[in-house]
T-cell receptor, first 112, second 116 residues
Framework: GNSVTQMEGPVTLSEEAFLTINCTYT??????LFWYVQYPGEGLQLLLK?????DKGSNKGFEATYRKETTSFHLEKGSVQVSDSAVYFC???????????FGSGTRLLVRP | GAVVSQHPSRVICKSGTSVKIECRSL??????MFWYRQFPKKSLMLMAT?????????EQGVEKDKFLINHASLTLSTLTVTSAHPEDSSFYIC????????????FGNGTRLTVT
């Protein structure tokens, strides 16, 4: 079945550091891929998405490229801020399903 | 943008009682809504798919008699945790999708349930 694997956290960085959170997936067909962010005490917010191979999703300085050859969708940001501290979830949606399958989440802590 | 409202945000109840959580799509109609459960420091587990006007579809291992789902209108789905026990304490999140299958899911802010 479909699944998503994320790097374990927590990831602790200093402000302005470069961020990479790895995400790989297993899926049949051509899934859509997403990154969601969850700030403390809140629900999930869509950060970015990509619906086909080689698409790059971007938002708020975050980027992720849909790599079919490596089945990956790694999240990157060139310079993190304290306000980026949150839990980040990689997810996929199968091509015939409304369901989202989530990775285990990666907690990011950015120190001033 | 699309907004999903969830209520209440926090609830504390005694063991053996039932709790109802509401999920509303505020500016779009949703024939399908999804209920997730999030354990501490864990990912979201899909519990069930709520279908307007028909029975919900439950994921394997989720007790349908314990987690009652009613999707009575195109903008409202409810999750009722019946005869709650402390192990039901968790963060419950609903989501809905406006438009087509390529539209992203929008999530409510979640409900923190504590059963004492």
């Amino acid at each position: 079945g479909n699944s998503v694997t994320q790097m374990e956290g927590p990831v602790t960085l200093s402000e302005e550091a470069f961020l990479t959170i790895n995400c790989t997936y297993t899926a049949t067909g051509y899934p859509s891929l997403f990154w969601y962010v969850q700030y403390p005490g809140e629900g999930l917010q869509l950060l970015l998405k990509a619906t086909k191979a080689d698409d790059k999703g971007s938002n708020k300085g975050f980027e992720a490229t849909y790599r079919k050859e490596t089945t990956s969708f790694h999240l990157e940001k060139g310079s993190v801020q304290v306000s980026d501290s949150a839990v980040y979830f990689c997810a996929l949606s199968g091509d015939s399903s409304y369901k989202l399958i989530f990775g285990s989440g990666t907690r990011l802590l950015v120190r001033p | 943008g699309a907004v999903v409202s969830q209520h209440p945000s926090r609830v504390i109840c005694k063991s053996g009682t039932s709790v109802k959580i509401e999920c509303r799509s505020l500016d779009f109609q949703a024939t399908t809504m999804f209920w997730y459960r999030q354990f501490p420091k864990k990912s979201l587990m899909l519990m069930a798919t709520s279908n307007e006007g028909s029975k919900a579809t439950y994921e394997q291992g989720v007790e349908k008699d314990k987690f009652l789902i009613n999707h009575a209108s195109l903008t409202l789905s409810t999750l009722t945790v019946t005869s709650a026990h402390p192990e039901d304490s968790s963060f419950y999140i609903c989501s809905a999708r406006p438009g087509t299958a390529n539209s992203p899911l929008h999530f409510g802010n979640g409900t923190r349930l504590t059963v004492t």
